[in-house]
């Protein structure tokens, strides 16, 4: 294989600082030495080029916002939520109303085969990018250190005990969320209703499974009776393995490497940190789509950022590839800045990026020329073809939002009509009741009129 062309060269220079998403700019200590030879591309990938421009609708149901609102009806509860050491950052992302899926499904549109089933690397533009567990962690704050001991047990169906669920619902199978959140509603406030809202939690937004009507896993229905466990639990580590797990679903559903039109897919697990990565490490997205908030210093990325406000439910993918357009200005491995390096160095463990399970030998080499020699990674070939693969569009993107005058509109419409449906009712009524009037009349009417001829008859007789 070829060398990569030194991106340096004539239009291919590479920005030596990157700036944040407020404007700042930053060291990446990455920079791409003129001499410095490239390691091996991707052998394969997942998709073509000529698939970069169809779209797939993601849908979730991950409910943060309405499960965060139903959680604020109980203030005990609520309280309890504040002051956990990992869930008090979901409490503190900013209420979207739509999800922004289209940079997460750009992101697997670019997914690079390789040996690292738990390590999914993208390239976009040429550049390869990491989606790891520290990534994770930087973006959530979840604890991400390696599971209890006894967490086998308590993910078996067999083992571990269920005296809560059984107190509350009589059983141990066949218990759904609204099973929890009309239980919730009838409690009163005590330890037994944390835990109730606790389950609530988990199952509605940590786990989030696709099927809305589906049964509670066993290990969040044991889980929750132990208030002490679920404080310390890796819960990021939990999260980050269901949305792998997830990722690899899609895969094998596009194993074709084909988007038609009209493709939809229903997130499992806690998606957020997915969505909201793409905007992270490609500078030119975050500046376009996102903002900053006020977030505590110590909150992860998901608190200090927000999608900004648009018209539409969601962007649409033709606007994620316009705002990348020929960029190379991405960062292949997030670190975090000296404020979220306390953060981090509470949730994952400081040897994370030393690397697990099978290797890969091309991974490893990205690994060592980004990690270990802090050297930038750019491949002409893949960049060229990212760019050019990005002008065919072969299904269309995901249907825009109404603007706000045409919602405004549609609802007056709808009001009116809704009005409508109660007038032709009560006209219906008056209809009914008037001609059973009608109906009564003209018997009458005709009684009379026998009436009268029995009169008329009589007379004559007499």
């Keep these: 294989m070829n060398e990569a062309e030194d991106p340096r060269s004539e239009d291919h220079e590479v920005q030596e600082q990157e700036k944040s998403h407020d404007g700042n700019e930053e060291e990446t200590g990455n920079e791409h030495d003129e001499d410095e030879s490239q390691p091996l591309p991707p052998e394969s990938f997942f998709f073509s080029p000529k698939q970069y421009g169809n779209s797939c609708k993601i849908a979730s149901r991950c409910y943060v916002k309405e499960t965060v609102n139903e959680i604020k009806k109980y203030p005990n509860e609520l309280e309890f939520f504040r002051k956990h050491p990992q869930f008090k950052h979901i409490f503190h992302i900013r209420e979207e109303p739509n999800r922004k899926s289209q940079g997460l499904w750009m992101l697997l549109l670019h997914h690079a085969r390789t040996e690292k089933e738990n390590e999914p690397w993208f390239v976009v533009t040429g550049v390869p990018i990491r989606y790891s567990i520290k990534e994770h962690a930087l973006l959530t704050g979840l604890d991400c ?46 330890v037994n209703k944390k835990k109730m809202a606790l389950l609530y939690f988990l199952s509605n937004v940590l786990k989030a499974k696709s099927k ?47 988007v038609k039109k009209g493709d939809t897919w229903c997130f499992s697990g806690f998606n957020l940190p997915l969505e909201a990565f793409a905007f992270e490490c490609i500078p030119e997205l975050g500046r376009t789509f996102r903002e900053r908030v006020e977030a505590e210093e110590e909150c992860p990325r998901l608190c200090k950022n927000m999608f900004k406000e648009t018209h539409m439910k969601g962007y649409p993918l033709s606007s994620i590839n316009d705002a990348i357009g020929t960029s190379k200005n991405i960062i292949s491995i997030l670190e975090p800045t000296p404020d979220e390096e306390t953060l981090m160095e509470r949730i994952i463990e400081a040897g994370c990026d030393d690397g697990i399970g099978y290797v890969d030998p091309i991974v490893e080499g990205w690994r060592s020329h980004l990690i270990d020699k802090k050297k930038k990674i750019f491949w002409e070939s893949l960049y060229e073809a990212d760019v050019a693969g990005r002008e065919f569009t072969e299904n269309e993107d995901e249907e825009p939002e109404m603007r706000s005058d045409v919602v405004e509109l549609k609802e007056v419409i709808k009001a009116f009509m809704e009005r409508m449906d109660v007038i032709e009712a009560v006209a219906k009524e008056i209809k009914d009741t008037v001609g059973a009037m009608n109906t009564r009349l003209i018997g009458l009417e005709s009684f009379v009129k026998e009436q009268r001829g029995k009169a008329v008859e009589s007379g004559r007789r007499g």
Excluded: Q
């Design 145 to 190: 250190h390696d599971y209890p001991r006894n967490y086998k047990d308590l993910k078996s169906k067999k083992k571990g005990d269920y005296k809560f669920v059984k107190k509350w619902f009589g059983r141990s199978t066949g218990i759904t969320i609204a099973d929890v959140v009309a239980m919730l509603g009838s409690m009163n406030s005590s």
């Design 212 to 258: 809305v009507e589906g049964n509670i896993e066993p290990f969040l229905l044991k889980v929750v009776d132990d208030l002490k466990l679920c404080e310390t639990f890796p819960w990021g580590r939990y999260t980050f393995d269901d949305c792998i797990a997830e990722v690899k679903k899609i895969m094998n559903k596009f194993k074709r490497g084909i």
